[in-house]
């Protein structure tokens, strides 16, 4: 059975960059594809970047509870759908989701073995300069470093904690806990204990 | 705040080595010495192999309740010191036990964070061929065989399971269960939360 993989971040912390790394890394780690109202950017491809559906298509889906979880970002909806993560469990693989604190809560209580990992700035500061840097506007900034502040203060949610200082050793860090976890007695395969 | 690691193996499945090499790669992991009755072997020293004690200091132990866990081993007396362990985890060091499920199930009892890991040959007929290689008696054989049997029907008291089919990746397993474990919320230090 596989396992989801929760990655919280506060934007500016290198999200992106370490989930493609890991997914590089662990041939069974895939990345669970959202669906979205949102329109296509140029280069984005359906069913590969996300499934892209309309606005009625989505409602629909939310009343049919298709959804794990389901959020509205500035007026469009991104959501998980159940059959996309017992697709990649059937064909053998763990699941990696890119989700906010909202979308992980959710995701824990639909999926209790799931792990939730949140990642951390070096510091406020740190994330600040890394914000500004990316040219942000001061009020866009503002209103990240406050739910960054507020998604910390609910940190016991998650199961790790993990700090990126340094991009390296924050991936490493992360494979870790993925190889841990499936060492777990209860995720170990039952079969291998009968062969004793 | 340490964490005690617990490592239990049946003999014959490279733990002796899996720990001085976990010892070699963590400089704030440290073995806890034992103290025991058993007469020192040429070129083990008291108070870095073993504490070796007498039977009357080892029982007057026992009844003040010093022990941790304790165990009688073909007559002689073996023991994990309370006051050993919380010297350790003073100087900020992690502690590495290598202990059967007795004592394993007895840490975890007066330390409910300690992880017990549990180290698994390939298979009962790899384990035999290797304590056949070690020119093992047939009987002591047969005991230890039967003894992983048992030990390995109470597998689920144990956190995580390693097999050794390769001794580089067990211990590269095992070095990632401790990376992990240090990475849960619970164990993180408050001191960077607050920070934030």
Known sequence: MGTIFVLSAPSGTGKTTICERLIKSLPNLKMSISHTTRKPRIGERDGVDY?????????????????????????????????VINELFQSGNDVLLDIDIQGAKNIKKTY????????????????????????????????????????????????????????????????CIITAEKLKTNKVNQQIINNF
């Open 51 to 83: 499934f892209f559906v309309d606005r009625e298509v989505f409602e629909t889906m939310i009343k049919n509870n298709d959804f794990v979880e389901w959020a509205e970002v500035y007026g469009n909806f991104y959501g998980t759908s159940k059959k």
């Open 112 to 175: 209790p073995d799931s792990v939730l990992i949140f990642i951390l700035p070096p510091s406020l500061e740190e994330l600040e300069k890394r914000l500004k840097q990316r040219k942000e506007e001061i009020d866009t900034i503002k209103m990240r470093l406050n739910k960054v502040k507020e998604e910390i203060s609910q940190y016991k949610i998650y199961d790790y904690l993990v700090i990126n200082d340094d991009l390296d050793k924050a991936v490493k860090e992360i494979l």
